[in-house]
């Protein structure tokens, strides 16, 4: 059964953002993972700090303490106030058996995340195991759970659209910026070079985008943002005297007020009459209204794209609940894989104990009368022998399984 397997977490659905640091093991902490699994006897320990979650996934057979929370925590924060202890201990939450597999398989799916659908999990996932099983904490009931755990998870993601339709307005910025028909030899000039911006910068790049100008209120910051997009940094205050033109103006302030003045986006055109393509992600926005109205503009801004990225998370939310289902069929899959591996850990022995029997024979048993034989008549007992040797290994495995699978099945009509 999978009534080993148990996970404490804290994630963003029970606690502030800022709380889940209370349950994390530190950096500086890296003997406390084994001093854990030591301490409360757990066999094997998967551990996962993501920015959404903290979780310890450990697997036990037999009870578990009522406490188990409390003590965990004042063991990973010893520096918690009893207070504070009591406080996130009632935030995390005790799961045992299918219940944690089922947890496990919904944080890979990105079911259980933040921002829904975000498949970055199944990396965290997949580089989390690395460590824990380097540090000597997993072993094959973790191997078997986390191996199935990806495999599920690249099955929601093929099966369903949950990871589709971007949820990021800097994303969708960047789309609607290539769909109104500016390409990576177009000129594009920044204003703001702020974590949003850089965020888009990290598009431009990633679309090929060259000829990029930042300009930013405090210069070092924009030259900054600029090097690393292989760019060039204009003075913020010298920015009307700028004479390098732009094909996409991408604004992003934290200005309360309009920045692009028609006077002063009149100067930045230097002329040029074509229509230019204008992303203002600021809030409030930080191009005037006049910009829009009088100008050849095709404006992207920000309201139009948070309702297209609300759309996306309704439709990512309908394909939650078909995941719902295939995660069902997951754990019941699960189910089977785990019982199958337990009868083969159960006759791992098997094989060696028969090979042991064929060897007595020939070198005790029968070692005189095997001797008599001529070297042709040897050599096919031998083959006889190796033959039988295979089949014998195999019959009482079989056999195990099937009745493995048929008492499950029993349970299960039980149950
Ligand atoms: N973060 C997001 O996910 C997100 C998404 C969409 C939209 N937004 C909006 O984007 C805007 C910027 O957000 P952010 O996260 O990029 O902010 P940020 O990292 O704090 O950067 C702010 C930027 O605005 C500049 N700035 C601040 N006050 C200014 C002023 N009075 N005049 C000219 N420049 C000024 C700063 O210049 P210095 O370097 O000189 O300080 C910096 O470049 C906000 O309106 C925010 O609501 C944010």
């Not at 939450?93 to 259980?112: C, K, N, Y």
């Not at 949820?167 to 609607?176: D, I, R, T």
């Not at 203002?280 to 794209?305: C, K, R, T, W």
Request: glycine letters at 6%.
């Amino acid at each position: 059964m999978l009534d080993g397997y148990h996970i404490i977490t804290l994630t963003h659905r029970d606690a502030p953002l800022q709380a889940l640091r209370y349950a994390v093991v530190e950096d500086g902490q890296a003997n406390m993972l084994p001093a854990l699994k030591q301490r409360f006897d757990w066999k094997e320990l998967f551990y996962l700090a993501t920015c959404n979650r903290v979780m310890y996934l450990f697997y036990q057979q037999g009870p578990i303490s009522e406490h188990l929370i409390p003590e965990v925590l004042r063991m990973v924060r010893p520096e918690l106030s009893d207070a504070q202890l009591q406080t996130t201990s009632a935030q995390m939450r005790l799961l045992h058996g299918t219940d944690a597999v089922q947890h496990l398989f919904e944080v890979a799916a990105s079911m259980d995340s933040l921002v829904l659908g975000e498949r970055e999990i199944v990396r965290q996932l997949r580089e989390a195991y690395d460590r824990n099983h380097a540090q000597g904490l997993t072993g094959d009931h973790m191997r078997l759970l986390l191996r199935f755990t990806i495999e599920t998870a690249k099955e929601v993601y093929s099966q369903t659209g949950i990871g589709e339709k971007s949820l990021s307005v800097v994303a969708l910025a960047f789309s609607a910026m290539l769909r109104a028909g500016v390409s990576p030899q177009d000129r594009i000039l920044m204003l703001g070079a702020g974590e949003t911006n850089t965020l888009f910068g990290r598009f431009l790049t990633k679309y090929g985008f060259k000829n990029i100008t930042v300009s930013n209120r405090s210069y070092e910051n924009g030259r900054v943002l600029a090097e690393k997009l292989g760019g060039k940094a204009v003075l913020f205050d010298a920015l009307s005297e700028y004479a390098g033109g732009f094909d996409a103006l991408i604004v992003c302030t934290a200005a309360t007020q309009a920045i692009v003045t028609p006077e002063l986006y009149a100067a930045l055109l230097q002329g040029d009459a074509g229509k230019k393509v204008v992303v203002d992600l600021s809030v409030p926005h930080n191009v005037a209204a006049q910009v829009v109205e009088n100008f050849n503009v095709e404006y992207v801004e920000i309201e139009g794209l948070r309702s297209v990225a609300e759309e996306h998370r309704s439709f990512r939310e309908q394909e939650c609940a078909k995941a719902a289902v295939l995660i069902q069929e997951r754990i019941y899959a699960y189910r089977d894989l785990w019982h199958e591996r337990q009868v083969e850990r159960a006759m791992a022995h098997i094989p060696d104990e028969v090979r042991a029997v064929k060897d007595r024979a020939i070198q005790e048993v029968f070692a005189k009368d095997f001797a008599a034989l001529d070297p042709q008549a040897q050599a096919t007992v031998l083959k006889m022998l190796e033959y039988m040797e295979k089949k014998c290994v195999a019959i009482p495995i079989k056999a195990a399984k099937a009745i493995a699978l048929r008492g499950k099945k029993q349970t299960e009509k039980v149950g």
